[in-house]
Every structure is written in structure tokens, then in C-alpha cells.
């Protein structure tokens, strides 16, 4: 009898406890659920900016239920409350990778806890339509469950400066077997592909991939004069320094967001020109353009195979080195691919302004924070020369572009894309979308029409990439080899142009903010493979100028 007795009582703990969880969710889940909402006060908002390409046409994404980013991961969430997450702020928000590592050493912190900490502040801010920045796709179901594995190791093993443990976000071009990867189109929506070189260089160090940033649809080359960081996936991406106000840039725009609301610890972009350095400008973080061939290209969703390449965004210097560390390594199927025994880590140590040579465009000193930096670097010892480069055209810049696609396009879809996905050219893509306009390409698909249209000749497109080549790469060295310049100085992606088919880096860290409260950033450029030489300016400069604030309505 007793034994029955405490069978029972047994019993009814089981089923309280049981119920509580429930009653525990169902309270969680009460005051995280999305909502779609009445967007057309939002979009008169937009149309009377002075930007036409901030023109919105809608916000949420037509075909994503932001619930479902989340879903799969509510339940690691049951016991991760309100309370946890406020305690943990201040071993996460803007620290980091080896102050974050420290914490996990010294037990203040463990690799769950830090992945829940992002989940539950990316299910926070996107399930809020005031706050919502729509810069998150899909989160990766197995995260958690990974993390949880990973605080199995012994702490004192870790190397404080790796990405062990670290929640990276990628650009959703970028492959990864465990989400789909999209490019932001309805097309690829079921695309389920292999992790891309870049990816599994990450997982082999054990770095975390949290899930996927949104991006302008087909890294902004499918509609012409659209807003940047438009995806019929993923919706508008928003500024968290001025939703709604300023362009949150293109076409890495959720990788951009994601670092900059401190929604992950880093994330990967991709550029063919400007794609990181705008986005990254545009949200007051640090993003490096490296040289093409310094990271492999493989199992990235391409525009051109002679341009493309994947960089690091972070909220520094540090992290972005380390990051970079991570990530390169020889390709044997990128046939841009190169071999770098480079510690772009131990690089930074060395980072001295002093003595050092900085090319100065003398008609940005109009631009007062350019001015400024200038001026701090010049206190610092740095030795600022002005120069006046020409500015010349680039034609036949758009044709590598639509020629590169029109090939590069279906080489992916045979080697990258699953089976279940039938398109294989761009001619293939026009039609799908045709099939549903409002939904799949509600600004149209002009850049995709172009691309067909163009009918250069290989020959005449060889001569245009050498071309283009030899005038980019004179613009720069005619400056730095005249003055012995180590480096250009530059604004956000204002060079972005010449320096993608010169081939040559590019770093822009945070340089302020203007009157109306819009970053910028300040632009280094070298030349190619001194992606060492960069950071190390950079971090000088960052040490000197803590430009970077977190966006206001973002702090909690």
C-alpha cells in the first residue's frame, strides 16, 4: 500500500512538473509570437525620403512566416528566460571573441548559453514589428544540440582567439547542409545543398553556424534602381541605426545587421563590388574585402567567378582576423584559389600608425568625419599625403558581370544546388518569376533581362577584364607607388568599383555617425595580399577613434 501511495504522489509531480513546462511555454510563446501587420503607414514613411530607392514597396517577406525562423528551437527555449538572458548581457552584447572565450573559461558563460542568449534576442527584436529588422532567414535546428556538445570539452584547452564555439551568421548565398540556402529567392527556396569550402573550414575548428542573414535577392543583381537588402525570402532588411530611414546597404545587408543589433558574434558577407564594404559602412562595423583568391568561392551562390569573394563582418578588428583565420585555406575547385600561411592575427599585434604613409583624397576632407580621422591619424604619427587620383571610367564593367553570371550561374546548379532544383540558367529564372510578379519580383527583374540581352563575345569580355584590370590598378598604384603610400584611405565603398577589378583589399571600420545619426565608415585600401598591412591600420585606427556605438533602441 504505501508503495502504491508513493507511486502515485509519484505520479502527480510528473504530471505538475509536466504541466508547468507547458503552462511555462505557452507563456513564452504568448509574448514571442509574430504577427503580420498593416505596413502602409511604414511605407509613407519611406516615400517621402529623398532617396527613390528607399521607395518600399512592402516589409515582411510575403512567403516566410517569421514564427517558423524560430520554431524549431522554441523548446530549447523553455527554460532560458527573461532573467538568464539579462544576466548574460554583459558577458555577450559588443565583447569580443577572446573576451567571450574568457567567460566560457572562467564558467560565467557556457557555448548553450551563449547560443540561446542570440536565438532568444533574435526571437525578441524580429518578433517585434517596431523594432524588426527582418535581417535573419533561418536559424539552424541543430545549434543548440551542437553547443551543448561542445561545453563537453575541457575549457582550459581553448584557444581564446579561435572561433571554437562562436555563433557565426551566414550571408544566405553562402551553403550549409543544415538550412536551406536561398540567395533570398523564391526559386531556391528548397535549395538544400553541401557546406561550402568557407563553411567547413569554420566546422572543422568547431565554430557554430546560427543560421542565415537575409541579403538583396541574388546579391542586388536581379531588379534595377530596387532598394537594397530586398529579398522576396526574407523581406526588406532594416538599419538598426534608422529603420525605415537609412539603407541598411548592399547587397550582405543582413550580415550587416545581424553584427551590428548584436545578434550573433560575427557573420560572413559576400562581395563582387561593394557588397560588404556597404553594408558593413552602412551599420557601423568592420567588414574586409579581401583580395580574390585569399577565401574560397566554392559552394557560394556566384555573379562572377572573376569578382566574388566571401569576407569577415564583425564588430572589430580582432574578430575580424580571427575570423579570416578561420576561413582561408586552398581550394583545389576555386580555380582563383591560393595558399596563405598568414597570421592575420599575429598580424594585428604589430599595429603601429606611427611612420606610416596614408593616401589622403583630398576632395573627401569635405566630408567632416573623413576630415576628422584624417586628423586623429595624423596626431597618432601617421603620415597623411594627399592625393588627387583621376577619376576614370570602367566600361564594360556590367558586362563581366552579366557574362560571368550568364556562366557561372549554371555551373553552380549542376555542381552546388540540390536536385530538386530544376532551373539551371537565368533565362530559366525569368519565367518562374514571370509566373507570380507581385510575390516573386514585385520590382521587377530588370538586371536579370539585361543579363540575357548581353551578347559580348568571349574575346571582346577577356579584353575588357584585362582592360578594366590595368586602368583600376593604375588608379591606385599611380598614387601609392608615386608617394610610397601604404595604404589609400577611402569612404565606405565610394572605391569599391576600382578595387574589385584591380582585384585589391578593401577594410572599412566604423568612422562615426552624421548629424542625423547615419554611420560611416572609413576605407582602407592596398594592394593585393596586404590584407595583414590593413588590419593592422585598422586596428590601429580603431584603437584611436572607438567610433563604433551600439544603435539606441537596440541596447536591451
Not at 530586398?230 to 543582413?254: D, K
Not at 545578434?263 to 557588397?275: I, K, L, Q, Y
Not at 546548379?413 to 507570380?436: C, G, H, P, R, W
Amino acid at each position: 500500500m504505501r508503495k502504491l501511495v508513493f507511486i502515485f504522489i509519484s505520479l502527480l509531480v510528473l504530471i505538475s512538473c509536466k504541466r508547468e513546462k507547458q503552462e511555462s511555454r505557452k507563456e513564452i510563446q504568448s509574448k514571442v509570437v509574430w504577427e503580420p501587420y498593416d505596413e502602409s503607414e511604414d511605407l509613407k514613411v519611406t516615400r517621402n525620403l529623398d532617396q527613390e530607392r528607399m521607395h518600399l514597396k512592402l516589409v515582411n517577406s510575403k512567403v516566410l512566416d517569421k514564427n517558423d525562423i524560430w520554431r524549431s528551437l522554441e523548446s530549447e527555449l523553455d527554460y532560458f528566460s527573461a532573467e538568464d538572458y539579462n544576466k548574460l548581457k554583459e558577458f555577450i552584447i559588443e565583447k569580443d571573441i577572446p573576451a567571450i572565450q574568457q567567460s566560457v573559461k572562467e564558467g560565467k558563460l557556457s557555448y548553450e548559453e551563449l547560443v540561446k542568449f542570440f536565438i532568444y534576442r533574435i526571437r525578441k527584436y524580429e518578433s517585434d514589428n517596431s523594432l524588426s529588422l527582418n535581417a535573419v532567414i533561418s536559424l539552424n535546428p541543430k545549434v543548440v544540440k551542437q553547443a551543448r556538445e561542445l561545453d563537453k570539452v575541457d575549457k582550459n584547452t581553448i584557444d581564446v582567439n579561435s572561433v571554437f564555439g562562436i555563433p557565426i551568421m551566414l550571408k544566405d548565398n553562402i551553403g550549409t547542409k543544415d538550412m536551406f540556402t536561398t540567395a533570398g529567392a523564391i526559386v531556391l527556396q528548397d535549395n538544400k545543398t553541401d557546406n561550402a569550402f568557407i563553411v567547413q573550414r569554420l566546422l572543422d575548428q568547431n565554430a557554430l553556424i546560427l543560421g542565415k542573414a537575409n541579403l538583396s535577392e541574388w546579391a542586388y543583381f536581379l531588379c534595377v534602381g530596387c532598394p537594397v537588402g530586398y529579398s522576396a525570402i526574407g523581406g526588406q532588411t532594416l538599419n538598426p541605426y534608422g529603420r525605415m530611414i537609412f539603407e541598411s546597404g548592399g547587397s550582405s545587408s543582413g550580415s550587416g545587421a545581424v553584427v551590428a543589433a548584436n545578434f550573433c558574434v560575427a557573420a560572413v558577407g559576400t562581395e563582387t563590388s561593394g557588397s560588404i564594404l556597404s553594408p558593413s559602412s552602412q551599420n557601423s562595423i568592420v567588414g574586409l574585402k579581401p583580395t580574390i583568391g585569399l577565401l574560397s568561392r566554392s559552394g557560394i551562390v556566384p555573379i562572377s567567378s572573376t569578382l566574388d569573394t566571401p569576407g569577415p563582418m564583425t564588430k572589430s578588428i580582432i574578430d575580424n582576423a580571427i575570423l579570416l583565420n578561420a576561413m582561408v585555406g586552398m581550394d583545389s575547385s576555386d580555380r582563383a584559389s591560393v595558399s596563405s600561411k598568414v597570421d592575420f592575427l599575429e598580424s594585428i599585434k604589430e599595429s603601429v600608425i606611427k611612420g606610416k604613409r596614408f593616401g589622403v583624397v583630398k576632395s573627401f576632407l569635405e566630408d567632416s568625419l573623413y576630415a576628422q580621422s584624417v586628423d586623429k591619424i595624423k596626431k597618432a604619427g601617421g603620415i597623411m599625403v594627399i592625393v588627387e587620383p583621376e577619376q576614370v571610367a570602367l566600361p564594360g564593367f556590367l558586362s563581366i558581370l552579366n557574362m560571368d553570371m550568364k556562366n557561372d550561374l549554371p555551373e553552380y546548379m549542376n555542381s552546388y544546388a540540390s536536385n530538386n532544383i530544376t532551373v539551371k540558367t537565368v533565362e530559366d529564372i525569368i519565367a518562374f518569376n514571370l509566373q507570380d510578379n507581385l510575390v516573386r519580383i514585385p520590382y521587377g527583374q530588370g538586371v536579370f533581362e539585361g543579363i540575357v540581352k548581353d551578347s559580348t563575345a568571349t574575346e571582346d569580355l577577356e579584353r575588357i577584364k584585362e582592360n578594366l584590370n590595368t586602368t583600376a590598378c593604375k588608379f591606385f598604384n599611380d598614387q601609392i607607388d608615386k608617394h610610397s603610400l601604404d595604404v589609400v584611405l577611402s569612404i565606405n565603398n565610394y572605391h569599391a568599383g576600382y578595387a574589385a577589378v584591380a582585384k585589391y583589399p578593401a577594410l572599412t571600420v566604423p568612422m562615426g555617425y552624421t548629424d542625423n545619426g547615419e554611420p560611416k565608415g572609413l576605407t582602407f585600401i592596398g594592394k593585393p595580399f596586404t590584407e595583414y598591412q590593413l588590419l593592422q591600420l585598422g586596428h590601429g585606427y580603431e584603437s584611436i577613434s572607438e567610433a563604433r556605438e551600439m544603435p539606441e533602441k537596440y541596447l536591451e
